[in-house]
């Protein structure tokens, strides 16, 4: 079963017609990236998607007893019946399977981590605070003593009505806060983060990755060149179109540079596929996850010896948008999710979310920690990986970490790992063998 919550609809509720404003309003009287226009639809401080005049993520009070449940059919009931309780979009894996799911992440941690130093754990856009708490509470359960007195957890979360969610939610056990904090800011900016950081820590990203903004590139046909596509007004300031323009944006071309040929994703490997679009050549678009390059850019550069856990969708279904990775952009009307066919539909109302390439991740991953596929010198050494990467399905992340029993109906369903096969985890640690 392809699940599509878990994104971060989840995160926030709409306040109706107070949040909605217009593609134009966004794009001023120069013209800006796509990447931009989706940075301000999902993140402007009074009229974007995760304003911070949105209402609370949706928070159980307490456990699913999934034991307690018959089967697929009786959990499905009982989330409608939580769904209009709380009157939200969705709720967060980490919600719905608390505490385990938080438990198998700091599970992973622990048999990673050296705990010969203080544990250091930041996590990017903590939603309600759930996960921060669950490992926290794992820790001061499971880990030797030393290990959890001496931890420090820090959220970095941009929305300051999340950020006070989460200081409530950690809060809930005292001898937390000690080991708690929140830095309400934007984890892409470098000068947030201070000084390079040279000790061991970790690193949690939770459907972070998919409502990170994207650009796109645009080509009349295959052999014509990539160009950027920007935003302008036309008409009177009425209608905003797109414009082409050849590649010149630095961030843009870092990204290009790192995918490589391999930019035209559905095209990669289907030899037929290449020969019929130089028979019959058409336009193309595809995304780029420039909001990602920029994100671990900074990351790598702040910590440069971090370990890395990310989870998101790989793919996602029913995207009618145009281009390789397009995004699907959702709202909610009279209680139904409307999806859209345009990006530009996005008016501060709608959720702009999309899958993430886990093969492109660990490229820009490995990029951005100073690793080269390029061999400068004929006949020279090429060199070692700065990183050590897995990408696991997220059925498998949670049997090997996690206690999946605890997650089964009577009838042996378990949404846990039955109801998100869209989803995976990336997990990325440094090695130790290079100077």
Not at 37 to 43: C, K, M, V
Not at 115 to 127: A, R
Not at 304 to 328: C, E, H, K, Q, W
Request: charged share 25%; proline share 6%.
């Amino acid at each position: 079963m392809v699940l599509r919550a878990a994104v971060v609809l989840h995160r926030s509720k709409l306040c109706g017609s107070a949040l909605r404003f217009y593609s134009t309003d966004i794009v001023g009287v120069n013209p800006i990236l796509v990447r931009n226009f989706i940075h301000s639809a999902l993140y402007h401080p009074e009229h974007g998607y995760f304003s911070k005049r949105s209402g609370p993520v949706g928070v159980l009070q307490s456990s699913i007893r999934f034991n307690q449940l018959g089967g697929r059919s009786a959990y499905m009931k009982y989330l409608d019946k939580l769904y209009k309780m709380h009157d939200i979009s969705w709720f967060t894996p980490v919600e719905l399977f608390k505490p385990w799911y938080a438990y198998a992440i700091a599970e992973a941690i622990m048999r990673t981590a050296n705990l010969s130093v203080p544990l250091k754990i930041y996590e990017i856009g903590g939603g309600s605070g759930t996960c921060a708490k669950g490992i926290l509470d794992y820790m001061m359960l499971n880990a030797p003593p030393k290990v959890y007195s001496s931890m420090k957890y820090t959220c970095v979360e941009i929305s300051p009505s999340l950020a006070q969610k989460q200081r409530e939610t950690v809060g809930e056990v005292r001898s937390h806060l000690s080991k708690f904090n929140v830095e309400c800011r934007d984890a892409t900016d470098r000068n947030g983060w201070g000084k390079k950081e040279t000790q061991p820590c970790w690193v949690i990203m939770l459907e972070v990755l998919d409502n990170l903004p994207h650009d796109l590139v645009y080509s009349s046909n295959q052999a014509s060149p990539w160009m950027e596509v920007w935003l302008q007004k036309v008409n009177d300031d009425s209608q905003v179109s797109e414009v082409h323009k050849p590649i010149q944006d630095p961030l843009i071309s870092r990204c290009m540079d790192i995918i490589g040929t391999d930019i035209d994703y559905q095209a990669r490997g289907r030899i037929i596929s290449k020969i019929v679009s130089r028979i019959f050549p058409k336009p193309r678009q595809a995304w780029l996850p420039t909001g990602c390059l920029r994100l671990l850019e900074t990351l790598h550069s702040a910590l440069p010896n971090m370990s890395l856990i990310a989870s998101d969708f790989s793919y996602l279904p029913d995207v009618t948008i145009a281009g390789d990775r397009a995004p699907l952009v959702s709202s909610k009307k009279d209680g139904k999710t409307v999806d859209h066919h345009s990006y530009l539909d996005a008016k501060g109302d709608a959720d702009i979310f999309f899958p993430t390439d886990f093969w492109l991740l660990e490229r820009i991953d490995h990029a951005c920690s100073g690793f080269s596929n390029q061999i400068t010198k004929p006949g020279a050494f090429k060199p070692l990986k700065k990183r050590r990467t897995i990408t696991l399905e997220s059925a498998a992340f949670m049997e090997e970490f996690g206690l999946p029993l605890k997650t089964r109906t009577k009838d042996g369903y378990n949404p846990l790992l039955d109801d998100f096969r869209n989803t995976k985890f990336y997990l990325s640690v440094p090695t130790h063998n290079i100077k």
